[in-house]
């Protein structure tokens, strides 16, 4: 897999404490990578390493295949942030706010136009800026991250403190962004639920430390449910199963299946109810994603 950004043994100390502790993060190209982890993780400090506005007390980040000490400027002139809140001139519009970066970052006039109508701002560019609802301030801030026509767009809590209307508008702007523009973005939040409909690559930071790293997918199998049974004599069916090949649990009186498979379950109570034991409930108890996360970021096994 070929990865546009990846870190060798990343950390950073504040004082005798570790922010960040020894990350491998690996960034696929042309993926959305969701950077998870609880307030206080270390997420925002990671960012502004990767981004070199912080210097890292040991190990090295790559991007694009160039170690960022070494080529900073030439890297950076192909990635885009958006770090915490965007700064404006509330006074200017969109428009003007957005000449200002471009004229420092030396781009062709029209890719503003090319900008604003990717995250949907054309008929508001000659607003000023002061009037805009927080959903709008957050398109503008992409559009300004978007400027430079980066291969690697970094967003740290694009959608914090949004109305549930602008979490959706930027939702689906970010999840255009790999399929239309061939980019690559790295989203940090502490929401799985955010996360979970935008990214297809996962990392989970907790206490500096990365203790998952994946596809969505590997982080959903994680999550499936299981199809508990109450019966009438839950030590005997259990017995019985064993003898059978069936693979259970004896749970609370009642049986647990993890294989969830239809032929599976159907297999489970036909077995049963032939051999005399009586079956009064079937159903599915699945973790939720946030369930998992939880375990994770609490140091369970």
């Excluded at 190209?29 to 950077?35: A, L, S, V, W």
């Excluded at 519009?93 to 090319?114: G, W």
């Excluded at 999550?223 to 839950?234: E, P």
């Amino acid at each position: 897999m070929e990865y546009v950004a990846y870190t060798k043994n990343l950390s950073k100390k504040f004082g005798k404490e570790f922010a960040v502790d020894g990350i491998e993060m690996k960034i696929p190209k042309g993926e959305i990578y969701g950077f998870l982890g609880p307030n206080g993780a270390g997420k925002t400090t990671t960012i502004r390493m990767l981004l070199g506005l912080m210097k890292p007390t040991t190990g090295d980040i790559y991007i694009f295949n160039k170690n960022l000490k070494k080529e900073k400027i030439e890297i950076l002139h192909k990635v885009g942030s958006l770090v915490e809140n965007p700064s404006y001139y509330p006074h200017l519009t969109a428009y003007e706010n957005l000449e200002a970066i471009r004229k420092i970052l030396d781009v062709s006039p029209s890719r503003i136009h090319e900008v604003l109508e990717i995250v949907r701002l054309t008929e508001v560019s000659n607003k000023k800026v002061k009037g805009f609802s927080l959903g709008m301030k957050q398109r503008l801030g992409i559009a300004a991250a978007l400027l430079n026509h980066p291969e690697l767009l970094i967003l740290d809590e694009p959608t914090n403190g949004l109305d549930p209307s602008g979490i959706i508008e930027i939702r689906e702007l970010i999840k255009s962004l790999p399929t239309k523009y061939g980019m690559t973005v790295l989203i940090s939040s502490h929401l799985l639920s955010e996360i979970d409909q935008m990214a297809t690559t996962v990392g989970i930071l907790n206490k500096g430390k990365l203790i998952f790293q994946d596809s969505i997918n590997a982080m959903r199998y994680h999550a499936q449910q299981n199809v508990l049974l109450t019966v009438s004599d839950g030590e005997k069916a259990w017995t019985l199963l064993r003898a059978k090949g069936i693979k259970a649990t004896y749970k609370n009186g009642g049986i647990e299946l993890s294989d969830c498979s239809n032929e599976k379950v159907a297999q489970t109570v036909e077995t049963l109810v032939h051999s005399g034991i009586s079956i009064y409930r079937v159903e599915e108890q699945k973790r939720s994603l946030e369930e998992i996360f939880l375990q994770m970021t609490r140091g369970e096994k």
